[in-house]
């Protein structure tokens, strides 16, 4: 009896195929189609870039946000990670899934709502959700759930833009409030702080902890590379979790680092040397950050199961296609013509309403911001948003638009600004701002008034009784504000202040932004307009303790002028108010 020494054949993990050539093919066909729908009916918006497609939109989002342009590499991200897995894909067993067809459907339904209501960040989600269905429509749901992971990636190709400013908001402020409180008690620095702007006693040295500079917008960048490195390093999802979660934490950590760095060198050589600290050294945030992360990760590798490229045992090398995915592919692609005609014939019927607010053919100006010997004015707007010069007892002049408000809007912005002097000489900045066919020219007003120093100290929805053209309560966000600054004399002292603002279009009049937008969606998914709603804001500075004086004035004022320059309500026609309450 002969003595065979059995061997273990080895793994050829290369031998595997990827996809098959059925596969593939329809998967193509499929992704054509609805990469297409994307490219000439992706996106309904009118400003910024007059485009249909959503990713010539998702490329000016791009360029116009340092934080966001981690987008353009997390395609290369997933791919290169569906490579390394390959071995390990080649071996689930795939038979296309109907189901996988519904949720398609589902993604384009989302997709239409989103170029409905003129929100190309959800036809990105749409876009980007669409694409792992079509697949669980070709390859099946056991291959959904293997490639999850690299998938969710594709949410950081969602470009925050302005918002990721008011998500990272606090995140400054915490920043800005460690970095001169380390400054102070650990280093005996003389530095005080305003909202996001730092400054010494001396006067020597102003820093501002802008988003573009404050290198929290670059925490989306920051949590895509620690999200990969997580799912790649890690196999338990808690130890992942570990890694995500450290992500806020250390960018303020990294920042606060480069903040105290700004103001120590600020004190030592000035405003020039700490200004080119601030700007070159940046990447602090992502020294420290993924410092923290690779500590964290040797600390938390023990006991963690193998990484992608470690499976153990053989892999199988039988047949895993099981089926051909024709018919639910060719649904598919139905599904994406069926949308395609009706986005490309939505469009025609989708309209601008009227203004809430009296427009009038008078140009708006340019401020000069220093400048001399021009020999005339630089017009911003060819008509403005009328107010009245002149109100009982009350007497205004005209405030010039600053280039970095008009030039940054929408160009078919309408503004109206004029300073109002009470009787009794409290001076009243009054601005209204209309909004065209891009619903991006108003923007949340809380955001502006931080970062320019002033901290909500209350904010509330109150109601202004109007008597004409009809009796009716005008519902308005009521803000206290305070800010310390520098007076004439170089001494800091605490200011207070009241802003009062509201939102008004055609027949419809509310406080606060969420409102605001819930009923510009509705008008547009119910009745196809795009309401012209105007942003109509009152602020004035006062001392401490004077706030509600300066109500009553600011009241006043609302009272005598929205009668005037106000177009809703109609007498005789129906029009909503958002109830008065507490915010």
Same mark, same amino acid.
């Given at each position: 009896?002969?003595e065979?020494?059995e061997?273990?054949? /080895?793994?050829?993990?290369?031998d595997?195929?990827?996809l098959?050539?059925q596969?593939?093919?329809w998967l193509?066909?499929?992704?054509? %189609?609805?990469v297409?729908?994307?490219?000439f009916?992706?996106?309904?918006?009118?400003?910024y870039?007059?485009?249909p497609?959503l990713?010539q939109?998702l490329s000016?989002?791009?360029d116009?946000?340092d934080?966001?342009q981690i987008?353009?590499?997390? @395609?290369?991200?997933i791919?290169?990670?569906?490579?390394?897995?390959?071995?390990?894909?080649?071996a689930v067993?795939?038979?296309?899934w109907w189901?996988?067809?519904?949720?398609?459907l589902?993604?384009l339904?989302?997709?239409?709502?989103?170029f409905?209501?003129?929100?190309p960040?959800?036809?990105?989600?749409?876009?980007?959700?669409?694409?792992f269905c079509?697949?669980?429509?070709?390859l099946?749901?056991?291959?959904?759930?293997?490639t999850l992971?690299?998938?969710?990636?594709m949410a950081?190709?969602?470009?925050?833009?302005?918002?990721?400013?008011?998500?990272?908001?606090?995140?400054?402020?915490v920043?800005?409030?460690?970095?001169?409180?380390?400054s102070?008690?650990?280093? !005996?620095?003389?530095v005080?702080?305003? %909202?996001?702007m730092?400054?010494?006693?001396a006067?020597?040295?102003?820093?501002d902890?802008?988003?573009?500079?404050? %290198? $929290?917008?670059s925490?989306? &960048?920051?949590?895509?590379?620690?999200?990969?490195?997580?799912?790649?390093?890690?196999?338990s999802?808690?130890?992942? !979790?570990?890694?995500?979660?450290?992500?806020?934490p250390?960018?303020?950590?990294?920042?606060?680092?480069?903040?105290?760095?700004? $103001?120590v060198?600020g004190?030592?050589?000035?405003q020039?040397?700490g200004?080119?600290i601030?700007?070159?050294?940046g990447f602090?945030? =992502?020294?420290?950050?993924?410092?923290?992360?690779?500590?964290?990760?040797?600390?938390?590798?023990k006991?963690d199961?193998?990484r992608?490229?470690?499976?153990?045992?053989?892999v199988s #090398?039988? /047949?895993?296609a099981?089926?051909?995915?024709?018919?639910?592919?060719?649904a598919?692609? !139905?599904l994406?013509?069926?949308?395609?005609?009706f986005l490309a014939?939505w469009?025609?019927?989708?309209?601008?309403?009227?203004?809430g607010?009296?427009v009038?053919?008078e140009?708006?100006?340019?401020a000069l911001?220093?400048?001399t010997n021009?020999?005339?004015?630089?017009?911003a707007?060819?008509?403005s948003?009328?107010?009245? &010069?002149?109100? /009982?007892g009350?007497?205004s002049?005209?405030i010039?638009?600053? @280039?970095?408000v008009w030039k940054?809007?929408? %160009?078919?912005?309408?503004y109206?600004q004029?300073l109002?002097r009470?009787?009794?000489?409290?001076?009243v900045?009054?601005?209204?701002v209309?909004?065209?066919?891009?619903?991006?020219?108003?923007?949340?007003p809380? =955001?502006?008034?931080a970062g320019?120093?002033f901290?909500i100290?209350?904010?509330?929805?109150?109601g202004?009784?109007?008597?004409?053209?009809?009796?009716?309560?005008? /519902?308005?966000?009521?803000?206290?504000v305070?800010?310390?600054?520098?007076n004439a004399?170089?001494?800091?002292?605490?200011?207070e202040?009241?802003?009062?603002f509201?939102?008004v279009?055609?027949?419809k009049?509310a406080?606060k #932004?969420?409102?605001?937008?819930?009923?510009? &969606?509705?008008?547009?998914?119910?009745k196809g307009?795009l309401q012209?709603?105007?942003?109509?804001?009152?602020?004035?500075?006062?001392?401490?303790?004077?706030?509600?004086?300066?109500?009553?004035q600011?009241?006043?004022?609302?009272?005598?002028?929205?009668?005037?320059?106000q177009?809703t309500p109609?007498?005789?026609?129906a029009?909503?108010?958002?109830?008065?309450?507490?915010?």
């Amino acid at each position: 009896m002969s003595e065979a020494v059995e061997k273990e054949e /080895p793994r050829k993990t290369r031998d595997a195929p990827f996809l098959s050539r059925q596969e593939a093919g329809w998967l193509v066909a499929v992704l054509t %189609g609805w990469v297409a729908l994307f490219q000439f009916f992706g996106n309904s918006t009118f400003g910024y870039v007059d485009t249909p497609s959503l990713f010539q939109w998702l490329s000016n989002a791009y360029d116009h946000a340092d934080g966001d342009q981690i987008g353009y590499l997390v @395609p290369f991200a997933i791919g290169g990670i569906l490579w390394m897995k390959r071995e390990e894909l080649a071996a689930v067993p795939r038979k296309p899934w109907w189901p996988g067809v519904i949720l398609v459907l589902g993604c384009l339904l989302t997709h239409v709502v989103g170029f409905v209501i003129q929100q190309p960040r959800v036809s990105v989600v749409a876009l980007a959700l669409g694409i792992f269905c079509i697949t669980g429509v070709v390859l099946g749901w056991r291959w959904m759930k293997a490639t999850l992971f690299p998938m969710v990636l594709m949410a950081f190709c969602v470009p925050l833009g302005q918002m990721g400013d008011a998500l990272t908001f606090p995140l400054r402020m915490v920043v800005t409030t460690l970095a001169v409180g380390f400054s102070k008690t650990i280093l !005996g620095l003389d530095v005080l702080r305003n %909202g996001s702007m730092i400054f010494n006693a001396a006067g020597s040295y102003q820093y501002d902890v802008a988003p573009a500079c404050s %290198g $929290i917008r670059s925490l989306t &960048a920051l949590a895509c590379l620690i999200t990969v490195f997580a799912f790649i390093r890690f196999h338990s999802a808690w130890r992942r !979790g570990v890694l995500i979660a450290l992500v806020v934490p250390l960018a303020v950590l990294g920042n606060t680092a480069r903040i105290i760095a700004v $103001i120590v060198t600020g004190e030592m050589a000035g405003q020039q040397a700490g200004a080119a600290i601030e700007q070159k050294l940046g990447f602090i945030t =992502f020294l420290v950050a993924l410092g923290g992360v690779l500590l964290a990760g040797r600390w938390l590798e023990k006991g963690d199961m193998p990484r992608i490229g470690e499976l153990p045992g053989p892999v199988s #090398h039988d /047949p895993v296609a099981v089926g051909n995915p024709r018919w639910r592919a060719v649904a598919c692609v !139905g599904l994406v013509m069926v949308a395609a005609v009706f986005l490309a014939n939505w469009s025609r019927f989708q309209v601008l309403g009227k203004p809430g607010v009296r427009v009038v053919k008078e140009p708006v100006y340019s401020a000069l911001t220093g400048k001399t010997n021009v020999p005339e004015r630089e017009v911003a707007g060819t008509n403005s948003v009328f107010l009245p &010069a002149v109100l /009982p007892g009350i007497v205004s002049t005209v405030i010039d638009l600053h @280039p970095s408000v008009w030039k940054t809007l929408p %160009g078919d912005t309408t503004y109206g600004q004029r300073l109002y002097r009470m009787e009794s000489g409290l001076p009243v900045q009054t601005t209204v701002v209309l909004m065209g066919s891009d619903r991006t020219s108003i923007h949340k007003p809380e =955001f502006c008034l931080a970062g320019q120093g002033f901290t909500i100290l209350e904010a509330k929805v109150i109601g202004i009784p109007i008597s004409a053209p009809v009796e009716y309560v005008l /519902p308005a966000m009521h803000m206290k504000v305070r800010s310390e600054r520098r007076n004439a004399a170089g001494e800091v002292e605490t200011v207070e202040g009241v802003y009062l603002f509201w939102f008004v279009a055609d027949g419809k009049i509310a406080a606060k #932004h969420s409102t605001r937008m819930a009923w510009m &969606a509705k008008d547009l998914l119910t009745k196809g307009t795009l309401q012209r709603w105007a942003y109509v804001s009152c602020f004035a500075v006062c001392p401490p303790g004077r706030t509600e004086e300066v109500t009553q004035q600011i009241t006043r004022l609302v009272q005598r002028a929205v009668p005037r320059f106000q177009t809703t309500p109609v007498e005789g026609a129906a029009f909503e108010v958002e109830p008065v309450g507490n915010r």
